[in-house]
């Protein structure tokens, strides 16, 4: 963290990458976010030099927390999702950190760091115990955290319930996909948050994805015990949980 409270956060997403420096106190960005359209190829190379441009734009010259949406182990992307396959196996951290000059960073799955930051100032800052946040959209991301802690890599979108993966049952994308009404998609949701909440007994689940914005359509619907409540930061969450994690040494 900076003497004013601030550490920098970056989110890489299939279409943008997106970034600001964030007021830790608050969970707020110090500035309008900066975005730079994701590369296409979005190869590691050409997506660092996205990181790099956007890093300049900012003035930003300590260290920076980055998310992907990738399974990531010891800074080593392991899986691609909505970014090019040449990533998998990828040391990012090493490469981010080069390109940037030698500075510190992490980088960390984009659902664990929109989870840290739901956590801490948003949807979920009033839970003690165990949340657990689910992204809906092309697929399911996850991300388990108990008191503030970070199971990371948690990829609860594949984990099979009555006979399916989760995402291939309630995704966004299967709404739209298959035409489903919101009552009908919720049954499904429904499925999968029974199925969890038999396994993990979280205090909450907290929501997020697009479809989180129209939450009073189909949270109401749901017929799973625990309490679902919808995401907060919307656009901000990837970013301020990169920032997080950089400024206390996370580094799944």
Do not use: C
Not at 83 to 102: H, N, P, Q, V, Y
Not at 232 to 241: K, M, P, R, S, Y
Request: glycine share 12%; net charge negative.
């Amino acid at each position: 963290m900076s003497a004013r409270g601030h550490a920098f956060g970056i989110d890489i997403g299939g279409s943008g990458v997106k970034g600001a420096a964030v007021d830790l106190t608050t969970g707020e960005l110090v500035h309008k976010r900066i975005k730079i359209a994701t590369p296409q190829p979005s190869t590691p190379q050409a997506v660092t030099d996205a990181v790099t441009e956007l890093v300049a734009q900012a003035g930003w010259e300590g260290p920076v927390g980055i998310t992907l949406p990738s399974v990531v182990l010891e800074g080593v992307a392991q899986t691609a999702a909505n970014i090019d396959k040449a990533w998998i196996g990828t040391d990012a951290r090493t490469l981010f950190s080069e390109a940037l000059g030698g500075r510190a960073v992490t980088v960390l799955n984009d659902a664990d760091a929109a989870g840290l930051a739901e956590d801490r100032y948003g949807a979920a800052k009033e839970f003690d115990g165990l949340v657990v946040l689910l992204t809906f959209g092309t697929g399911i991301g996850s991300a388990l955290l108990f008191q503030g802690t970070l199971v990371p890599n948690s990829e609860l979108g594949h984990l099979e319930i009555g006979g399916m993966e989760s995402e291939h049952r309630a995704a966004a994308s299967v709404k739209d996909r298959d035409g489903l009404s919101f009552a009908q998609w919720a049954a499904e949701v429904s499925i999968v948050l029974s199925g969890l909440e038999k396994l993990f007994w979280p205090k909450v689940f907290v929501a997020g994805g697009g479809i989180s914005r129209d939450a009073e359509q189909w949270i109401p619907l749901l017929t799973n015990r625990t309490q679902v409540i919808p995401a907060h930061l919307e656009n901000t969450a990837g970013i301020v949980g990169a920032a997080m994690a950089i400024d206390a040494g996370i580094a799944p």
